[in-house]
T-cell receptor, first 111, second 119 residues
Framework: LAKTTQPISMDSYEGQEVNITCSHN???????ITWYQQFPSQGPRFIIQ???TKVTNEVASLFIPADRKSSTLSLPRVSLSDTAVYYC????????????FGSGTQLTVLP | EADIYQTPRYLVIGTGKKITLECSQT?????MYWYQQDPGMELHLIHY???????EKGDLSSESTVSRIRTEHFPLTLESARPSHTSQYLC??????????????????FGPGTRLLVL
């Protein structure tokens, strides 16, 4: 299983773009990269998933360089409600059973 | 939005009591999971199921048991609750990871969680 490394915490201000980088040096050929968001006292919520290059949806973008050894979750113009823990998961197309939620990155958005 | 439900949301109970945490999903997902998470800590997988009559223990040892008699229902039971069982319990199900004939990493849908306090 590919191990991931993320910053423990990040602070930002409202309206700024936030980039959270995840390192996954031993990512395998079949592995996808998925990001989840978790608010206090709630279960994690899927944000975005990608395999290579760039993926964008209505809430975030995911940038994956050619070597795929890292990925960056980009949140445009964050608001106070984006304060949460963000998890980077790496795994193949097999079961989600193989995925591990690490410590995640605590993002705090300040007014 | 995913349709996965957990009851109760909060439970305070005395030591030695038997409890069952309910989890139901209406998405028809075959795969379901139970995680345990202490405040500010990582999620730990304690049970999973790949379908009816299929249950397996997860990475974290747990004294709880699960059953999967129906696809939509995945209850977790503690026969004799102890203070060490105090935690948040999160249930999840995952989609097939297949769309348009193409495989992708399965997406997990989590319930709101049950916060358990054992006195």
């Amino acid at each position: 299983l590919a191990k991931t490394t993320q910053p423990i915490s990040m602070d930002s201000y409202e309206g700024q773009e936030v980039n959270i980088t995840c390192s996954h040096n031993n990512i395998a050929t079949n592995d996808y990269i998925t990001w989840y968001q978790q608010f206090p006292s709630q279960g994690p919520r899927f944000i975005i998933q990608g395999y290579k290059t760039k993926v964008t949806n209505e809430v975030a973008s995911l940038f994956i360089p050619a070597d795929r050894k890292s990925s960056t979750l980009s949140l445009p113009r964050v608001s106070l409600s984006d304060t949460a823990v963000y998890y980077c998961l790496v795994g193949d197309t097999g079961s989600a059973r193989q995925l591990t939620f690490g410590s995640g990155t605590q993002l705090t958005v300040l007014p | 939005e995913a349709d996965i439900y957990q009851t109760p949301r909060y439970l305070v109970i005395g030591t030695g009591k038997k409890i069952t945490l309910e989890c139901s999903q209406t998405m028809g997902h075959d795969k379901m999971y139970w995680y345990q998470q202490d405040p500010g800590m990582e999620l730990h997988l304690i049970h999973y199921s790949y379908g009816v009559n299929s249950t397996e223990k997860g990475d974290l040892s747990s004294e709880s048991t699960v059953s999967r008699i129906r696809t939509e229902h995945f209850p977790l039971t503690l026969e004799s609750a102890r203070p060490s069982h105090t935690s948040q319990y999160l249930c999840a199900s995952s989609d097939p990871g297949l769309a348009g004939g193409q495989r992708y990493q399965e997406t997990q849908y989590f319930g709101p969680g049950t916060r358990l306090l054992v006195l």
